[in-house]
């Protein structure tokens, strides 16, 4: 079966991009934010005028320039690094709606967003041009109450307006601080998170070279150092030692070919029970053993699911080789902060003995790994087994622990429990 390539992981965005996201986001809430105030405010003076082509022309103009507005942003975010071009063209079209609408109530509501415009491009920076764009307002409010003769309560609403623009301007200027802020937080913490994943990687690879090829191939050194001196004094002993080079060399080629095959055995970023239903698959194929799943949904760490997987596969490797069994069950479920994970056959079993470590002398070196294993993520493993009533082997491992908070319950419980 082939493999896929392993994902690289995404480039972490820098403090520049973060700012560039985060202005080009709000500045579209905004834009749809006045869009939508300033339509709904010339809206409601369809019931109060009686020209209502006006208050027409004046949502045509908002809905267009807005949809323009929008889709440059959208399309082209990089625009927010140039602020004065879009300031400037954003106050043509507040000078446009002032010329349609002939200082209606939906002029001031879309000065108002044009001030919280230039607090997204300019943060506080955009005090000038809050102060600017209030004094035509204000110049606009005492036109319309010299022209209209309102009543004193309707102009004090009025003569309020021209302020909306300054305090919607701070408003949007500590926002986009905020949001900045919060993008360059979480950015530094996915490449935290990277950097983490990347040395705990590395360190699970040095681990895992050191236990097999690393081990095997210095046995070969050693023998190859004999091997000259015994040549000339004892050829029988020359003979042995060159017969344990070539042992050894394909020991650690086949090591190799092993640990290549389980780094590619599980994508982090697939589905764990994808992960395991094809390794059971994929065996139950080879074997013509039946392995009956039951996965519930779980999200280990990656190093859990590495280690949980290569447990897999050597349970069912030890299936295959000693128990002459008829079926395999794999469970995988959550239980409270742990996931559990059982295989379970219904072969010829055997009998365990107190101490585990004596496996080693009936050749079952399976077993002593994949406890070594479990402890390296912070679990243990478990097994039951009865002679002609099968194997059972529980894993249980943390869920989402830190490597920091695994070393420590490794180094806390070093002992391999047995039902």
């Known amino acids: 079966m082939s493999q896929p390539s392993p994902v690289a992981p995404p480039p972490a965005i820098d403090s520049a991009a973060g700012r560039i996201v985060a202005a080009a986001a709000l500045g579209r809430a905004v834009l749809v934010g006045r869009a939508a105030a300033t339509i709904t405010a010339a809206a409601g003076g369809l019931l109060l005028v009686s020209d209502r082509w006006q208050v027409v022309e004046v949502i045509v103009f908002v809905a267009l320039s807005s949809a323009a507005q929008v889709g440059v942003l959208t399309r082209w975010p990089h625009v927010v690094r140039a602020p004065v071009p879009v300031l400037v063209a954003d106050s043509v079209l507040v000078l446009g709606i002032l010329a349609v609408s002939g200082g209606g109530i939906a002029y001031f509501c879309y000065a108002a967003g044009a001030g919280a415009v230039a607090g997204v491009l300019l943060d506080m920076r955009a005090v000038p041009l809050w102060a600017a764009q209030t004094a035509l307002s204000f110049a606009v409010a005492g036109a319309v109450l010299r022209v209209n003769g309102l009543p004193p309560e309707i102009a004090t609403y009025i003569v309020a307006f021209p302020m909306a623009g300054a305090v919607a301007g701070i408003g949007a200027a500590v926002a986009t601080s905020a949001l900045v802020r919060y993008v360059d937080l979480s950015t530094r913490l996915v490449a935290s998170a990277q950097r983490s994943a990347a040395a705990s990687e590395r360190a699970r690879l040095a681990r895992e ?91 280990p760490s990656v190093a859990a699911r590495y280690e949980l997987t290569r447990i897999l596969r050597e349970a069912l490797s030890n299936v295959a080789r000693h128990a002459h069994a008829g079926r395999v069950q794999v469970h ?13 056959d219904d072969g010829v079993g055997f009998v365990i003995p107190d101490d585990l470590s004596t496996l080693h002398s009936a050749g079952r070196f399976g077993i002593i790994g994949m406890a070594e294993r479990a402890r390296t993520v912070g679990g243990d493993l478990r097994v039951y087994s009865t002679p002609g009533a099968g194997t059972s082997v529980t894993v249980r491992v943390p869920v989402r622990e830190s490597d920091e908070s695994m070393g420590f319950l490794a180094a806390r419980d070093s002992s391999v429990g047995t039902w």
């Not at 050894?248 to 994808?274: H, I, K, V, W």
């Not at 995988?332 to 902060?337: I, Q």
């Open 209 to 299: 070279l050191h236990d097999s090829v690393t081990k095997t191939l210095r046995g070969v050194s050693f023998a190859a150092l004999a091997l000259p001196s015994s040549l000339r004094r004892h050829p029988d002993l020359a003979e042995q030692l060159a017969g344990t080079v070539s042992a050894g060399a394909m020991a650690a080629d086949r090591q190799a070919r092993e640990l290549l095959e389980g780094l590619r055995l599980d994508e982090p970023d697939r589905d764990f029970t994808e992960t395991i239903s094809r390794v059971c698959w994929t065996w139950s194929a080879s074997t013509g053993i039946p392995a009956v799943t039951r996965l519930d949904r779980v999200d």
């Open 332 to 344: 995988l479920v959550r239980a409270k902060d742990i996931v559990v994970f059982k295989i379970s």
